[in-house]
């Protein structure tokens, strides 16, 4: 279990990330240069509080300490675990780890939550960069159990293994990309999805509603207790994947998709998407949308996690380490 954490960046993500530390014990601390970032980290942190109530029956760990320091060299000298999450620019992120290894311990985790750039590259001028890797998460980082965890060329077996061992103490489920490649998995995933919709909105086939109506009164509903394969596995009735395959695959050739196509998001397209999405959730204050996401979030984990499937088996596992610590006590 790590004990101390530090946070470079404190946007949606670095808060989501310190939302889920607190709550689990870890004492964190904050560098973020942004005059606002403690009020925005504590509109996040009600939210968190909020999910955490209504997520778990188990009792909580003590929650973990906050502090903010005016530089990066201050907020990692007791870390184990940095995580990273500053915007996504490749040499930003190279001065950071710069300024992490003048004073962090050099056995300390450093985890960019980057949701694209290659470990490899991050590393390229560290000191110690067998110690990085990319630990990608999903926002909102404090309820949802997935962070892909990718390591780089100089990346160790053991900075792997302590990864996966440390998320899993969070309550997440840690994903080991075993091959480095831009974006990972899950949002190479929403990318193609993101491009077919884009094309469907140009094309003025749907509106950005009936979009999302397609997704979340569908195939999303499959896709959150099922993922991809299993789905289309039932699908295929008894016969299972293969009867699929071979009833469905010759569809992969006809002209269903602009998958290798992107659509210009000029000024007109940008529009059309902006006002339509104005249309659909404009009654909404952003935080008002980030509530109804986590109530529906919290829901749909409570489900799954009596059932023992998916992410609910995440949650119901690390109840029981919850439990278990308890009675230790």
Aim: aromatic share 8%; proline share 5%; glycine share 6%.
């Amino acid at each position: 279990m790590v004990h101390n954490a530090a946070v470079i960046g404190g946007g949606v993500i670095g808060a989501g990330w310190i939302a889920r530390f607190l709550h689990n014990g870890v004492n964190v601390a904050v560098f973020d240069p942004a005059p606002d970032a403690k009020q925005k980290i504590d509109v996040v942190l009600a939210n968190a509080a909020l999910a955490a109530k209504k997520l778990s029956d188990a009792p909580p760990r003590t929650p973990g300490k906050l502090n903010f320091f005016d530089t990066i060299e201050q907020a990692v000298v007791d870390a184990e675990l940095i995580v990273e999450a500053v915007p996504e620019q490749l040499e930003l992120k190279r001065s950071v780890y710069s300024q992490v290894e003048s004073a962090a311990d050099s056995k300390a985790l450093v985890a960019s939550s980057t949701s694209g750039i290659l470990p490899t590259k991050l590393q390229e001028k560290m000191q110690h960069p067998e110690r990085l890797l990319v630990a990608h998460p999903f926002n909102p980082v404090y309820l949802l159990p997935l962070v892909e965890l990718v390591g780089g060329e100089q990346t160790s077996s053991r900075t792997i293994e302590r990864a996966k061992e440390i998320y899993k103490d969070l309550g997440m489920h840690p994903l080991h990309v075993r091959k480095e490649i831009e974006a990972f998995i899950a949002d190479r995933l929403l990318e193609a999805v993101w491009r077919e919709a884009l094309w469907l909105v140009k094309d003025e086939v749907a509106t950005t509603e009936e979009i999302d109506d397609a997704i979340r009164y569908g195939f999303g509903l499959r896709w959150a207790q099922m993922g991809l394969f299993e789905t289309y596995r039932i699908a295929g009735g008894e016969k299972g994947m293969r009867h699929f395959i071979a009833q469905f695959g010759p569809c992969l050739k006809w002209p269903w998709t602009k998958l290798m196509d992107v659509p210009e998001l000029d000024d007109e397209l940008t529009d059309k998407i902006a006002s339509q999405s104005d249309q659909q959730s404009g009654r909404y204050s952003i935080g008002d949308l980030e509530r109804i996401r986590d109530e529906n979030l919290v829901g749909i984990l409570r489900v799954l996690e009596k059932n023992n499937w998916g992410a609910g088996k995440t949650l119901k596992d690390y109840e029981a380490k919850l439990n278990a610590e308890i009675e230790e006590k």
